[in-house]
């Protein structure tokens, strides 16, 4: 490794599949040093890290897969193929946008800031997740997740939420939120313990808020501005729903 730990990319494309694992030092690759994009074509692959890897500022054409890692930070980076990361200690995407899929598997901590994320996005057994400033454009599945908050937070699909925890905090602006919960084990694939719990703040400006479930505890609190709540609860009893307009 180099002495400061980064290794500064100049502009250009790269062809080969890159590698990395056994790294018992931080690392940060750094593109764009001479101003010009740095284009990442082959596969990345992260294997069994141990201290914290950083990229920066680099476009990703084809997928990342990430498996048994400390910590891995992408920043200021574009991603259009898949990304993956399963058995990781923390995941961190911030100013970013990802234009494939993302799937986080059995692992510690997800934080996320101001990105824009154009396709799908999987949450599943995660220990911890804040999803700050950014943009969903597509479906979001969170599945036996804790502790998962979604702050300030544009979401152009619906989220789907299987026996997991969920915050949702609007802005200021009119936020649109259509959600879906359930412990259904031909859904979620184990059986659903415990029930699904969802939080809705949704802040000032007129919000759209639509909430289904099988089961679960739902409190949403629409705040200032006029809001339209729809609710459709087979299962819930009027205990299980709190609602403040």
Do not use: C, K
């Not at 593109?31 to 476009?59: D, H, K, P, R, W």
């Not at 799908?120 to 597509?138: D, H, P, R, T």
């Not at 969802?198 to 505890?217: E, K």
Request: hydrophobic residues 40%; without cysteine; charged residues 15%.
């Amino acid at each position: 490794l180099p002495d400061d730990g980064i290794i500064n990319i100049e502009g250009g494309h790269f062809n080969d599949i890159l590698t990395i694992t056994n790294l018992t030092g931080e690392l940060t690759l750094r593109g764009g040093v001479n101003q010009a994009a740095t284009y990442l074509e082959g596969s990345v692959i992260v294997n069994g890290t141990q201290a914290a890897l950083n990229f920066e500022n680099l476009v990703f054409n084809a997928g990342v897969s990430i498996a048994q890692t400390a910590r891995v930070r992408l920043s200021e980076s574009v991603l259009n193929g898949g990304l993956s990361m399963i058995q990781g200690e923390a995941l961190q995407i911030e100013n970013s946008v990802l234009n494939a899929g993302a799937v986080v598997i059995d692992s510690g901590e997800v934080n996320i800031s101001d990105s824009h994320f154009t396709a799908g996005v999987v949450l599943s057994n995660v220990e911890q997740v804040s999803i700050s400033g950014s943009v969903m454009e597509a479906g979001v599945i969170v599945n036996h997740s804790q502790d998962v908050v979604f702050e300030d937070t544009t979401f152009e699909s619906g989220i789907n939420i299987l026996d997991s925890q969920v915050t949702l905090n609007g802005s200021g602006a009119d936020d649109h939120f259509d959600v879906t919960l359930t412990d259904d084990p031909s859904q979620v694939g184990v059986s659903g313990d415990p029930a699904p719990t969802l939080s809705i703040d949704g802040g000032g400006g007129a919000d759209h808020i639509t909430v289904r479930g099988d089961h679960g505890l739902v409190s949403v609190d629409g705040g200032a501005g006029d809001d339209v709540l729809s609710v459709a609860f087979p299962y819930i009893t009027p205990s299980d729903l709190q609602l403040t307009y």
